[in-house]
């Protein structure tokens, strides 16, 4: 069963538009959540994460993202675009599996920043 | 620190080869992993270890062995290379959680790897 899902596998904005990349989970119990930034030819890097607490979460570079139990979703956003923001993104979510606990990935969104 | 170290950057190998790609952590952390990464598909992982001399299969584990002698180094072993292992493999790393599995994960800079 798809745990997490990323709406859009390219997202196209100008430089200094906001930046909204989605990611919708299922989960049984209170997720952790993970976004990932991966520029190319890189590994991945940790951008913010949520695990308990405050709903809205800061991350490197400007990012944040917002925890939405309701809505199942763990959007991330930044007001103003960057050209150094143009990679790929990856959310992911912990869930229990097979006694332990894994990180189930999405299928990743590739931002584009127009000039 | 060093973080996630991966050995080779780049390979190519011919249908039926074997190799091994390497992995190694200077961070102690308990739980190690490798990934493939293919367009499209996001990360699948292969085979994860909780701690030394613990390893055991993920999502895509078949054509591929690892071990974990020690708490730095987790080698993926290709036995019998085929075309679909053309990929890019991540080894990543990350504490143990309270004892239950992952928590976020530090990433090596990957190995491109070509099967003909």
Known sequence: AQS???????????????????CNYSSSVPPYLFWYV?????GLQLLLKYTTGATLVKGINGFEAEFKKSETSFHLT???????????????????MDSNYQLIWGAGTKLIIKP | NAGVTQTPKFQVLKTGQSMTLQCAQDMNHEYMSW???????????????????????????????????????FPLRLLSAAPSQTSVYFCASSFRDRGQGVYEQYFGPGTRLTVT
């Open chain 1, 4 to 22: 997490v899902t990323q709406l859009g596998s390219h997202v196209s904005v100008s430089e200094g538009a906001l930046v909204l990349l989605r």
């Open chain 2, 35 to 73: 990934y493939r990464q293919d367009p499209g598909m996001g990360l699948r992982l292969i085979h994860y270890s909780v701690g030394a001399g613990i390893t055991d299969q993920g999502e895509v584990p078949n054509g591929y062995n690892v071990s974990r002698s020690t708490t730095e180094d």
């Open chain 1, 38 to 42: 991966q520029y190319p030819n890189q």
């Open chain 1, 78 to 96: 930044k007001p103003s675009a960057h050209m150094s923001d143009a990679a790929e993104y990856f959310c992911a979510v912990r869930k229990f």
